[in-house]
């Protein structure tokens, strides 16, 4: 991962939110906000909240009394995910990395980090720091894309640019969204940072847009892949969503398009 990888800020968020969180978050965000509410928890802390997909799925299966804390290392996804949140006393909005949490101890009851782990610079540390602030009893619930080649679009896409950029093809999504998808490098790190019982389920959901155009706009000005392009040549910005767009219907159809995604979703417990 680099430091370009991390940088969700100007018209990013807005795009994320608006397209991203349709094409590939939503279906997960309420499948976790399910499976954290099916626990009745008290407290939970969010980490990698980016712009809000689980707050705004788990918030209302929370009970009137919980203290829900959502956190996020980038600033402008935060405010754009309390933005669209409205208000609820139960929710507090701090900036925070997961990699040195400001709670103490023993503070929840779940800690829930969906599609974050992939950008911690040291697992292994945010994994520690989630376990530290969980209650004994408590859930660690997270998820992490499968590899590219099981998410169609993604995958569409970035064999796309490779035609745009031979030379220096933009791998952020295969890098970093897809990079981390061994099961048993996950389970291993997790099992380092102090988690003893950890349960691995592979979930194969299907992604929809309206159309080929709206999902290559999606991965192209919704992600940091935007900054990538731009790096290596800003002016081949829309030839590069016309490239994706081609690529998407070549194998998808123009509209509307359906592909396969797919991610790893983790519980795991001291």
């Not at 009394?65 to 402008?76: C, F, K, M, S």
């Not at 290559?216 to 000005?221: E, F, N």
Request: aromatic residues 8%; negative net charge.
């Amino acid at each position: 991962m680099t430091e370009r990888d991390k940088v969700f800020a100007g018209s990013i968020p807005k795009f994320y939110d608006t397209l991203m969180v349709p094409l590939i978050f939503e279906t997960y965000a309420a499948e976790t906000a399910a499976l954290v509410a099916s626990f009745s928890p008290d407290s939970v802390l969010e980490t990698a909240a980016g712009s809000g997909a689980v707050t705004r799925a788990l918030a209302p299966k929370l009970h009137a009394g919980a203290r829900y804390v959502v956190t996020d290392l980038n600033q402008p996804m935060l405010d754009y995910a309390a933005s669209r949140q409205g208000a609820d006393r139960r929710i507090e909005w701090r900036q925070a990395d997961a990699l040195a949490l400001p709670f103490a101890d023993a503070s929840f009851d779940i800690v829930v980090c969906q599609f974050g782990a992939m950008f911690f610079p040291d697992r292994i540390a945010g994994y520690a720091e989630a376990r530290r602030v969980l209650k004994t009893g408590g859930r660690f619930v997270l998820s992490v894309w499968d590899r590219i080649e099981d998410n169609a679009f993604a995958d569409d896409v970035t064999r796309a640019l490779a035609t745009v950029f031979p030379h220096d093809p933009p791998r952020f999504l295969a890098r970093t969204p897809h990079g981390y998808h061994d099961t048993g490098v996950i389970r291993a790190e997790l099992t380092r940072a102090g988690f003893a019982d950890i349960a691995i389920e592979t979930q194969e959901a299907v992604s929809h847009a309206p159309s080929a155009r709206e999902a290559a706009t999606a991965y192209c000005l919704g992600t940091p892949l935007r900054n990538e392009i731009e790096a290596r040549d800003a002016s081949l910005l829309e030839f590069a969503m016309d490239r994706a767009t081609e690529a998407i219907v070549s194998r998808h159809g123009e509209r509307p398009v359906a592909g396969k995604i797919q991610a790893h979703v983790i519980v795991a417990a001291g």
